[in-house]
T-cell receptor, first 114, second 115 residues
Framework: DAGITQSPRYKITETGRQVTLMCHQT?????MFWYRQDLGHGLRLIYY???????DKGEVSDGYVVSRSKTENFPLTLESATRSQTSVYFC?????????????FGNGTRLTVT | GQQLNQSPQSMFIQEGEDVSMNCTSS?????WLWYKQDPGEGPVLLIA?????ELTSNGRLTAQFGITRKDSFLNISASIPSDVGIYFC???????????????FGKGTHLIIQP
């Protein structure tokens, strides 16, 4: 089925471990995004990518790494997870700039760092 | 720092009531967007506004781009149970040091409807 899928849906990891969250879209959208959602903060942008091999920092990029070797995939890696990175992570894609094109969000990955 | 402020933070209303919420920015925007998030899902775009003073409707939803370009309003008429969720306003990035295409979201308005 076409769409944007995130995996895993739930993840529990320990402080200091590396963890990668996956995002895959089947629309061939140029733009992809990673947001985190926390109570009291709403949605905050971590990283985004305007095309394959092009990435840009968002508001809260420290402690995260992304790559975009293929248009359809945009994995997010926490190199050494911390408790403050416990959150719900949303991946999104859009065919063009988000100011002119709607973002299509996945259903999120709930990450708990113990 | 620059902020995108949404109010109210939450609303408890009766089914059938009209709903109003707003969003203000410390900066002038050229675009205002309204998204809705259903429980357990990602947000979905409801309405996009591109011009100061613009009034746009989507079914029972109406949104306006404020004349000052620093605010926007979303109204829902005759609310129904499926209107429950979190409503976010969004606009161009307000943070420094990042790319120009990252959307900034407000903190959201939680809408709860009592039958």
């Amino acid at each position: 089925d076409a769409g944007i899928t995130q995996s895993p849906r739930y993840k529990i990891t320990e402080t200091g471990r590396q963890v990668t969250l996956m995002c895959h879209q089947t629309w061939s959208h140029s733009y992809m995004f990673w947001y985190r959602q926390d109570l009291g903060h709403g949605l905050r942008l971590i990283y985004y990518s305007a095309a394959a091999d092009i990435t840009d920092k968002g508001e809260v990029s420290d402690g995260y790494v992304v790559s975009r070797s293929k248009t359809e995939n945009f994995p997010l890696t926490l190199e050494s997870a911390t408790r403050s990175q416990t959150s719900v992570y949303f991946c999104a894609s859009s065919p063009g700039s988000p100011n002119n094109s709607p973002l299509h969000f996945g259903n999120g990955t709930r990450l708990t760092v113990t | 720092g620059q902020q995108l402020n949404q109010s109210p933070q939450s609303m408890f209303i009766q089914e059938g009531e009209d709903v109003s919420m707003n969003c203000t920015s410390s900066s002038i925007f050229n675009t205002w967007l309204w998204y809705k998030q259903d429980p357990g899902e990602g947000p979905v775009l409801l309405i996009a506004l591109y011009k100061a003073g613009e009034l746009t409707s989507n079914g029972r939803l109406t949104a306006q781009f404020g004349i000052t370009r620093k605010d926007s309003f979303l109204n829902i008429s005759a609310s129904i149970p499926s209107d429950v969720g979190i409503y976010f306003c969004a606009g161009p990035p307000l943070y420094s040091g990042g790319g120009a295409d990252g959307l900034t979201f407000g903190k959201g308005t939680h809408l709860i409807i009592q039958p």
